[in-house]
């Protein structure tokens, strides 16, 4: 069984910053690509950023410049820096795992990421 922990999520001013992290753990299991997600009350989850096993990036266009992924697969864990943050990216933010060859999908619990303008 794999579980996915969030932290990071709070709190923050319109032009501020936060840093999300996930840690992966459990037992057996590979890594492929981890990524973030997020959800606005009323929206649908989206596609904020992932890192494949190699270290291949991939964001969507509304974080492009402000927010940074990166991984360490030593220890299964995933950050989202996130600068200049803006009202509308209050959001849950979810962490997302894919491991082995079947490419199992896990997500964690969510942190919450509020911007007050």
């Known amino acids: 069984q794999v579980q996915l922990v969030e932290s990071g999520g709070d709190l923050v001013q319109a032009g501020g910053s936060l840093r999300l992290s996930c840690a992966a753990s459990g037992s057996n299991f590979v890594i492929n690509t981890m990524g973030w997600y997020r959800q606005a009350p009323g929206n649908e989850r989206e596609l904020v950023a992932t890192i494949s096993r190699g270290g291949i990036v991939n964001y969507a266009d509304f974080v492009k410049g402000r927010f940074i992924i990166s991984r360490d697969s030593n220890k299964n864990t995933v950050h989202l820096q996130m600068d200049n943050l803006k009202s509308e990216d209050t959001a849950v933010y979810y962490c997302?795992?894919?491991?082995?060859?079947?490419?199992?999908?896990?997500w964690g619990q969510g942190t919450q990421v509020t911007v007050s303008s």
């Open positions: 997302y795992i894919e491991t082995g060859v079947r490419r199992i999908a896990y």
